[in-house]
């Protein structure tokens, strides 16, 4: 008897549902969240956010206080190409700037069983992909002579859109390594036609290249939020890599002042992955000074390196700005990447290319909408491979099985879940990283073992000491690297 009143309302209950089904696919798209990845070159953790109170990030430092800074983040591989290679591929590769195309070309072969990259992956899901700028090694993504041949693809099936803006340098290969009149770094490693490591000239922000990163990465941004697709949009800035080079009001935080004295500045003794900076040292002008025996010329190029800083982080407030000016700073997660670290002088190493915790550190930043603590920091110690994984997560994606990182939304949950260990290689040694040592063990077999409990860290070599550590740590390094 009851029955027959039931109907109408349950004809209006599914009437309801429908609506609301249609709704959410109308709408469905929107709440996803969005993915912002912001690369960022030779960036160490020089930020005062991350302790080094000298330097002048206000924006980076800001971007920390809303997320989760992870203070013990280390890449996989301590040049530029290797390391993108494993952020945007979650995967251990070769070692070299060659990685990604290398990739590429087996991408080509009929028999390929290559995953997805990271991009890929979101594009496959529905998600809008764009770069700008410096994300994979080659700015834009492209190769050939100059890297502008639009048919020779990085990152092939990665991006909706992948855009470079050239200015007065003609060319990616040009806008790489540039400074303020046109200057371009010549073909060849060790050309006469050199230019200065460093410059401070009066100009606007466009007049050196990543200001004009900024304005396409801007103007792709606000095209995006407009959108009902959910994007990743990642955009990458060159500096601070060399030359050092920055518009001059850059400069002014840091004259007048003394930094702090270089940290263990000797070349260290023995067996280890030192080398003599060879891209500093012999691909720019240093006219007849030396950092390493000239203090005030040190503290000159420590200054230019932070004014490149300063620059970048200027830009990055610009693209923060206008996320919240779009309103879509409420569903987009935030990532801040320093593709490895660079040396300063520690151990009488101008740069990277080697397996000491200066080179492989860098600052890692993901800021959540709504998350729990945001500005704590977090002391795990955690990989770049480890950002495809979470940003699956964070974003509701299936996670990818074929991704060698673990997902860091347990540390951005709670700042004081442990982390695990960290993996890199060079083509000449390995090393691991886990809490408290570092071991590095070369190709012909000798070891290196660092304990970081101790003031000397990685100034005393202690393998010899300590055999149950080294077997440990050796026996997890082996269990890394290329599957192929």
């Given at each position: 008897m009851q029955l027959l009143p039931l109907l109408p309302r349950l004809a209006l209950v599914a009437f309801s549902l429908s609506l609301l089904a249609i709704s959410y696919g109308q709408s469905g798209s929107i709440q996803k969240k969005n993915v912002l990845l912001i690369c960022v070159d030779d960036l160490r953790p020089e930020l005062k956010s991350f302790g080094v109170d000298y330097i002048h990030s206000p924006n980076i430092d800001r971007l920390a206080a809303s997320?989760?800074?992870?203070?013990?983040?280390?890449?996989?591989?301590p040049t530029c190409g290797a390391s993108r290679y494993t952020m945007l591929t979650g995967q251990y590769?070769?070692?070299?700037?060659?990685a990604l195309f290398?990739?590429?070309?087996?991408?080509?072969?009929?028999?390929?069983?290559?995953?997805?990259?990271?991009?890929?992956?979101?594009?496959?899901?529905?998600?809008?992909?764009?770069?700008?700028?410096k994300v994979s090694h080659h700015p834009g993504g492209w190769g050939g002579e100059d890297w502008y041949d639009h048919n020779v693809l990085e990152m092939p099936g990665a991006w909706?859109?992948?855009?470079?803006?050239?200015?007065?340098?003609?060319?990616?290969?040009?806008?790489?390594?540039?400074?303020?009149?046109?200057?371009?770094k010549p073909i060849g490693s060790f050309s006469e036609n050199k230019m200065d490591?460093?410059?401070?000239?009066?100009?606007?922000?466009?007049?050196?290249?990543?200001?004009?990163?900024?304005?396409?990465?801007?103007?792709?941004?606000?095209?995006?939020?407009?959108?009902?697709?959910?994007?990743?949009?990642?955009?990458?800035?060159?500096k601070p890599h060399l030359p050092f080079g920055a518009p001059a009001r850059y400069m002014d935080p840091y004259k007048g002042i003394?930094?702090?004295?270089?940290?263990?500045?000797?070349?260290?003794?023995?067996?280890?992955?030192?080398?003599?900076?060879?891209?500093?040292?012999?691909?720019?002008?240093?006219?007849?000074?030396?950092?390493?025996?000239?203090?005030?010329?040190?503290?000159?190029?420590?200054?230019?390196?932070?004014?490149?800083?300063?620059?970048?982080?200027?830009?990055?407030?610009l693209i923060l700005a206008k996320l919240e000016e779009t309103g879509r700073d409420k569903d987009t997660i935030v990532v801040l990447w320093g593709d490895h670290g660079w040396h300063l002088g520690e151990?009488?190493?101008?740069?990277?290319?080697?397996?000491?915790?200066?080179?492989?550190?860098?600052?890692?930043?993901?800021?959540?909408?709504?998350?729990?603590?945001?500005?704590?920091?977090?002391?795990?110690?955690?990989?770049?491979?480890?950002?495809?994984?979470?940003?699956?997560?964070?974003?509701?994606?299936?996670?990818?099985?074929?991704?060698?990182?673990?997902?860091?939304?347990?540390?951005?949950?709670?700042?004081?879940?442990?982390?695990?260990?960290?993996?890199?290689?060079?083509?000449?040694?390995k090393t691991i990283r886990n809490a408290s040592h570092r071991l590095t063990l070369h190709n012909d077999g000798y070891v290196e073992l660092y304990d970081?409990?101790?003031?000397?860290?990685?100034?005393?070599?202690?393998?010899?000491?300590?055999?149950?550590?080294?077997k440990a740590l050796a026996a997890l390094i082996n269990q890394k690297g290329p599957e192929d």
């Amino acid at each position: 008897m009851q029955l027959l009143p039931l109907l109408p309302r349950l004809a209006l209950v599914a009437f309801s549902l429908s609506l609301l089904a249609i709704s959410y696919g109308q709408s469905g798209s929107i709440q996803k969240k969005n993915v912002l990845l912001i690369c960022v070159d030779d960036l160490r953790p020089e930020l005062k956010s991350f302790g080094v109170d000298y330097i002048h990030s206000p924006n980076i430092d800001r971007l920390a206080a809303s997320g989760r800074a992870f203070h013990r983040h280390y890449v996989n591989a301590p040049t530029c190409g290797a390391s993108r290679y494993t952020m945007l591929t979650g995967q251990y590769g070769s070692y070299g700037n060659q990685a990604l195309f290398q990739r590429a070309e087996k991408l080509g072969s009929s028999d390929s069983a290559i995953p997805p990259s990271m991009p890929e992956w979101f594009r496959k899901n529905g998600y809008k992909t764009v770069s700008v700028g410096k994300v994979s090694h080659h700015p834009g993504g492209w190769g050939g002579e100059d890297w502008y041949d639009h048919n020779v693809l990085e990152m092939p099936g990665a991006w909706d859109r992948q855009l470079m803006p050239t200015g007065r340098w003609k060319h990616p290969r040009g806008a790489m390594h540039s400074l303020i009149h046109g200057e371009i770094k010549p073909i060849g490693s060790f050309s006469e036609n050199k230019m200065d490591v460093m410059q401070s000239a009066e100009g606007e922000d466009t007049d050196y290249h990543d200001g004009l990163i900024a304005v396409e990465g801007l103007e792709q941004l606000e095209n995006l939020a407009e959108a009902h697709t959910p994007f990743f949009l990642a955009i990458g800035f060159i500096k601070p890599h060399l030359p050092f080079g920055a518009p001059a009001r850059y400069m002014d935080p840091y004259k007048g002042i003394e930094l702090p004295p270089i940290p263990h500045p000797e070349k260290p003794r023995g067996q280890t992955t030192w080398h003599a900076s060879g891209e500093f040292t012999n691909q720019y002008f240093h006219h007849g000074k030396d950092p390493n025996v000239d203090k005030d010329y040190a503290e000159e190029v420590r200054k230019h390196y932070a004014a490149c800083v300063s620059y970048v982080d200027h830009h990055v407030g610009l693209i923060l700005a206008k996320l919240e000016e779009t309103g879509r700073d409420k569903d987009t997660i935030v990532v801040l990447w320093g593709d490895h670290g660079w040396h300063l002088g520690e151990y009488a190493i101008w740069g990277k290319h080697c397996l000491f915790e200066e080179a492989l550190r860098s600052p890692l930043i993901i800021s959540v909408p709504g998350m729990n603590n945001p500005g704590t920091k977090t002391d795990a110690v955690v990989e770049t491979l480890d950002l495809f994984p979470t940003l699956c997560e964070l974003t509701g994606l299936e996670l990818p099985d074929f991704a060698h990182g673990k997902s860091l939304v347990p540390q951005i949950k709670n700042p004081n879940v442990e982390g695990h260990t960290a993996y890199a290689y060079t083509n000449r040694a390995k090393t691991i990283r886990n809490a408290s040592h570092r071991l590095t063990l070369h190709n012909d077999g000798y070891v290196e073992l660092y304990d970081h409990t101790t003031p000397e860290k990685e100034t005393k070599n202690v393998a010899q000491q300590n055999p149950a550590v080294v077997k440990a740590l050796a026996a997890l390094i082996n269990q890394k690297g290329p599957e192929d």
